[in-house]
T-cell receptor, first 114, second 109 residues
Framework: NAGVTQTPKFQVLKTGQSMTLQCAQD?????MYWYRQDPGMGLRLIYY???????DKGEVPNGYNVSRLNKREFSLRLESAAPSQTSVYFC?????????????FGPGTRLTVT | RKEVEQDPGPFNVPEGATVAFNCTYS??????FFWYRQDCRKEPKLLMS?????NEDGRFTAQLNRASQYISLLIRDSKLSDSATYLC??????????WGAGTKLIIKP
């Protein structure tokens, strides 16, 4: 049981390049999330998917797009990377039953844009 | 004003001591509250949920004060393995979570 997996673990991009961060969960969760974490700041929500087939913007969606490919997979795409997108990106999933709200996180992708 | 505020620390505490953190939140409509733990360069993991009546899990006690809009976490008999960053998390709208920036705790032998 792998939980939430993310690829790649590390990535260096040049300004203007594009890439897709992959995320998959094997817990049969309905909801999936993409966050970024910058030094001295809390996790900030980029996009989320409450259920398969739906996606919504979070707090900081500009410069990103997402795809909920199926119930298991939720990808994040940077179309034209900028240095301001240097960050650690976490994918998470949750069951959303009751009021548990517990989110399970992947190990993160450390992205540097030069 | 940030929606969730925490003292960034670091709190340097000797092993075996008791340490407490507070966190304040701005949205009075928030219904759910959590403490997550994040080790250096790792993903956050749920430490405990915070209930209105307060709750305890071993050496950890969490309290909620809705009137003053703050949450606290108390760690008794601290261990070296408790060294981490503790994230205060509050529910927002549409099942979203609002995250504090974290309080760094360093337990010294």
């Amino acid at each position: 049981n792998a939980g939430v997996t993310q690829t790649p673990k590390f990535q260096v991009l040049k300004t203007g390049q594009s890439m897709t961060l992959q995320c998959a969960q094997d817990m049969n969760h309905n909801s999936m999330y993409w966050y970024r974490q910058d030094p001295g700041m809390g996790l900030r929500l980029i996009y989320y998917s409450a259920s398969e087939g739906t996606t919504d913007k979070g707090e900081v969606p500009n410069g990103y797009n997402v795809s909920r490919l199926n119930k298991r997979e939720f990808s994040l795409r940077l179309e034209s990377a900028a240095p301001s997108q240097t960050s650690v990106y976490f994918c998470a999933s949750s069951d959303r039953t009751g009021l548990t709200y517990e989110q399970y996180f992947g190990p993160g992708t450390r992205l540097t844009v030069t | 004003r940030k929606e969730v505020e925490q003292d960034p620390g670091p709190f340097n505490v000797p092993e075996g001591a008791t340490v407490a953190f507070n966190c304040t939140y701005s949205n009075s409509a928030s219904q759910s509250f959590f403490w997550y733990r994040q080790d250096c360069r790792k993903e956050p993991k749920l430490l405990m949920s915070v209930y209105s009546s307060g709750n305890e899990d071993g050496r950890f006690t969490a309290q909620l004060n809705r009137a003053s809009q703050y949450i606290s976490l108390l760690i008794r008999d601290s261990k070296l393995s408790d060294s981490a960053t503790y994230l205060c998390v509050v529910s927002g709208s549409n099942y979203q979570l609002i995250w504090g920036a974290g309080t760094k705790l360093i337990i010294k032998p």
